[in-house]
């Protein structure tokens, strides 16, 4: 079944047509998965050098909102520190989207823990 589009705005349908870092890694340096209490999941892979995130990959069979969101993650965090990722909050991912629909809010706290969780595995490995 299709998800209706009709309750999301249009900058959050061409941010869906188009999701930045979408897709897998095979040999990440870190990685996490998560599920939502919604049922959607998220992976977070990760390539991070000298602490500094070089890559990020996200990917996820959820709604639309739960790919914006992974996708804002991934823009946020591509290219900062650790120290820096771990800084990124749901608020940010919200106010970046700017017009996601508050029912579906809860997408920006699954994408920002997986990332999170994913610093920790890159963390815990070290």
């Known amino acids: 079944m299709e998800e ?4 999301y705005p249009e900058n ?4 869906a047509k188009d999701p ?12 996490a998965c998560i599920k939502g209490p919604c049922g959607d ?5 990760l390539v991070i050098s000298d602490r500094v995130i070089k890559n990020i990959k996200f990917y996820t069979k959820g ?3 739960t790919v914006v969101c992974g996708s804002a ?5 591509s290219g900062r520190s650790v120290d820096e990722a771990l800084g990124i909050s749901p608020k940010q991912v919200i106010d970046m989207l700017n017009g996601l629909p508050e029912d579906r809010c809860h997408c920006s ?3 920002v823990s997986t990332l999170h969780r994913a610093i ?5 490995k070290k």
């Open 4 to 7: 209706d589009l009709t309750s």
């Open 12 to 15: 959050i349908i061409k941010f």
């Open 20 to 31: 930045k870092h979408f897709g897998r890694m095979t040999d990440p340096t870190s990685a």
């Open 41 to 45: 999941e998220m992976e977070v892979y």
């Open 63 to 65: 709604c639309i909102a």
């Open 73 to 77: 993650v991934a823009q946020l965090a």
């Open 109 to 111: 706290i699954l994408a």
């Open 120 to 124: 920790a595995d890159y963390l815990l």
